[in-house]
């Protein structure tokens, strides 16, 4: 099973920006499907972004688009997130999940990210 | 990106049964199903079932999963103080080529 760490959370001023990652281990990470989900304190999941396993495809939700941009590094079996132009609404526990089929089948256990002045 | 519908809100008593919805339309939950995905306060999602209604190994045989046209249901039969936690579906969605969630549902075992 792979096991997966996120790193890079803290605090940030609007505007700013922040490098998220999320190393993998106990498995092997290429050819998975990668995924960001994040959680506002008090509120429900809300998915971020993604990334294919088999072609590198990225995928957005509408409120990071232009924003934020999803990568990896196969032979770092890294996930990353570059999250540009913070904004208060992006605060929240950010979580990487691997990808089976559709599903997100395994987490991490998150990384806290607190956009204020 | 809109959606899917649970109910906020839960109760159900100790060694009861309790069956969760989530409801979407044909472009997710209607397509291809939901996945579960269980949460303790403070700590991780957990996957309970795939979309097509299997469960992850280590997953208790008290849960199963369904669905019919644009509804999907989790049953959790035999509650136990440890079923108390915060339940979220969720599916693909093909017309906005993004990943949904439910708002979450917080079940409570009396």
């Known amino acids: 099973e792979v096991q997966l760490l996120e790193s890079g959370g803290g605090l940030v001023q609007p505007g700013g920006s922040l490098r998220l990652s999320c190393a993998a281990s106990?498995?092997?990470?290429?050819?998975?499907?990668m995924s960001w989900v994040r959680q506002a304190p008090g509120k429900g999941l809300e998915w971020v972004s993604a990334i294919s396993g088999s072609d590198g495809s990225t995928y957005y939700a509408d409120s990071v688009k232009g924003r934020f941009t999803i990568s990896r590094d196969n032979s770092k079996n890294t996930l990353y997130l570059q999250m540009n132009s913070l904004r208060a609404e992006d605060t929240a526990v950010y979580y990487c999940?691997?990808?089976?089929?559709?599903?997100?089948?395994?987490w991490g256990q998150g990384t806290l990210v607190t956009v204020s002045a | 990106q809109a959606g899917l519908t649970q109910p906020p809100s839960v109760s159900k008593g100790l060694r009861q049964t309790a069956t969760l919805t989530c409801t979407g339309n044909?472009?997710?939950?209607?397509?291809?199903?939901a996945a579960w995905l269980q949460q303790h306060q403070g700590h991780p999602p957990k996957l309970l079932a795939y979309r097509n209604n299997n469960r992850p190994s280590g997953i208790s045989e008290r849960l199963s999963a369904s669905w019919s046209g644009n509804t999907a249901s989790l049953t959790i039969t035999g509650l136990q103080p440890e079923d108390e936690a915060d339940y979220y579906c969720s599916a693909w969605d093909s017309s906005l080529s993004a990943w949904v969630f439910g708002g979450g549902t917080k079940l409570t075992v009396l």
């Open positions: 106990g498995s092997t990470f290429a050819g998975y499907s």
């Open positions: 044909s472009n997710n939950v209607g397509n291809q199903g």
């Open positions: 999940a691997l990808v089976a089929g559709t599903d997100f089948d395994n």
